[in-house]
């Protein structure tokens, strides 16, 4: 693969190509926060479960949130050139929804994740939701096969050198 160091927007190569973790080390530690989301379909039967608390597992929406918390914090074991960070918050949250124009129902999950330090956190928001996801997945497969993960982005960051939000869905 070709690619021009010297002109290239990715940060993880070196002027020769090679792959390195960034240096970090003289840039300005600030308040950093990033807002990650994404969303499980599922047949409506499956939500019920869930939502009642009767799947044969336990609670799903528990052991996603741990999971997913869980994950924030190992992120940079499974991302290789990511920087291992203090996280000093974790919220993992969860909400039903039901879908008119795509006739689809299932859960929306969203991670704030926050440390204060020179480097942002949107991958450990990231790896939150897709492993929270993945959990419910888990936990609900016997039950319904054709559930879809999908729509997983960085919504928000705050913090680093713009030290403004900004709105990355776009």
Avoid: W
Wanted: aromatic share 4%.
């Amino acid at each position: 693969m070709s690619h021009s160091p010297a002109s290239s927007p990715l940060t993880h190569f070196d002027s020769h190509g090679q792959a390195h973790m960034v240096n970090v080390g003289s840039k300005t530690s600030t308040h950093r926060i990033a807002l990650a989301s994404g969303r499980i379909e599922m047949n409506k039967k499956t939500l019920d479960l869930i939502k009642g608390g009767t799947t044969k597992k336990g609670d799903v929406l528990g052991i996603a949130r741990v999971a997913g918390v869980m994950a924030a914090k190992k992120t940079s074991d499974l991302i290789p050139l990511c920087h291992p960070l203090m996280l000093t918050r974790i919220a993992i949250d969860f909400e039903d929804f039901f879908s008119t124009e795509r006739s689809t129902t299932g859960i929306a999950c969203t991670a704030t994740v926050e440390t204060f330090g020179p480097t942002g956190v949107e991958m450990e928001a990231l790896m939150a939701v897709q492993v929270a996801l993945l959990t419910i997945y888990d936990m609900c497969k016997a039950a319904d096969r054709k559930m879809k993960i999908q729509e997983i982005l960085v919504e928000r960051k705050v913090g680093g050198k713009s030290d403004i939000a900004s709105d990355c869905s776009a």
